[in-house]
């Protein structure tokens, strides 16, 4: 079972670049989101979504846009990148509707490593 | 506002228990997890306890909560070293999908 796959492991990018993180899951589950992971700050919700079609503002959502046009990907954009959006970011998913803890993010891809010069 | 905080690092010897733990300031969250992350690799869910609950144990791992001090812990018995990882607490409240607040993470080395 794939899970949450996250593509690319690795990007480098120049500050005003733009570039699309992939994020797809097998699971045929409701609610997807993404977190960036910085040293010291735990990790800190960007963007989520709670079914096809609904996407909706996390804690740190500047600089980001997503979309939801099928159950199975989230991806994430970068509209132009800054050295601020180096980090390691994760897509998580879990099955949703509202069944209390399963709301809650439960399955999480590798992460991509992103570093902007 | 709400703040989850725990040690930065944690050194046992394998064979010995382990003691993680994290403290929070909300008392309204509904629902408080343990999560694992291994190095390059994303969070595990590890186990969650309910607000109501004291304590729940599962094999090796015991959840004890104490809501007075809002205090959480994650034991772990007979630390392998395949249980070194960081480990992070977070808490969740009722409803919202989006109002989970993580921890900053307590790095685990268990020592051969």
């Known amino acids: 079972n794939a899970g949450v796959t996250q593509t690319p492991k690795f990007q480098v990018l120049k500050t005003g670049q733009s570039m699309t993180l992939q994020c797809a899951q097998d699971?045929?589950?409701?609610?997807m989101s993404w977190y960036r992971q910085d040293p010291g700050m735990g990790l800190r919700l960007i963007h989520y979504?709670?079914?096809?079609?609904?996407?909706d503002q996390g804690e740190v959502p500047n600089g980001y846009n997503v979309s939801r046009s099928t159950t199975e990907d989230f991806p994430l954009r970068l509209l132009s990148a800054a050295p601020s959006q180096t980090s390691v970011y994760f897509c998580?998913?879990?099955?949703?509707?509202?069944?209390?803890?399963?709301?809650?993010?439960?399955?999480f891809g590798d992460g991509t490593r992103l570093s902007i010069l | 506002g709400e703040d989850v905080e725990q040690s930065l690092f944690l050194s046992v010897r394998e064979g010995d228990s382990s003691v993680i733990n994290c403290t929070y300031t909300?008392?309204?969250?509904?629902?408080l997890y343990w999560y694992k992350q291994e190095p390059g690799a994303g969070l595990q869910l590890l186990t969650y306890?309910?607000?109501?609950?004291d304590m729940k144990q599962d094999q090796r791992l015991t959840v004890l909560l104490n809501k007075k001090d809002k205090h959480l812990s994650l034991r772990i018995a007979d630390t392998q070293t395949g249980d070194s990882a960081i480990y992070f607490c977070?808490?969740?409240?009722?409803?919202?999908?989006?109002?989970?607040?993580f921890g900053t993470g307590t790095k685990l080395q268990v020592i051969p």
């Open positions: 979504s709670v079914g096809a079609g609904i996407t």
């Open positions: 306890i309910f607000s109501n609950m």
């Open positions: 977070a808490e969740s409240f009722s409803g919202g999908y989006q109002k989970v607040t």
């Open positions: 909300d008392s309204s969250s509904t629902y």
């Open positions: 998580a998913s879990s099955p949703g509707r509202d069944r209390g803890v399963l709301n809650q993010p439960q399955h």
């Open positions: 699971m045929n589950h409701e609610y």
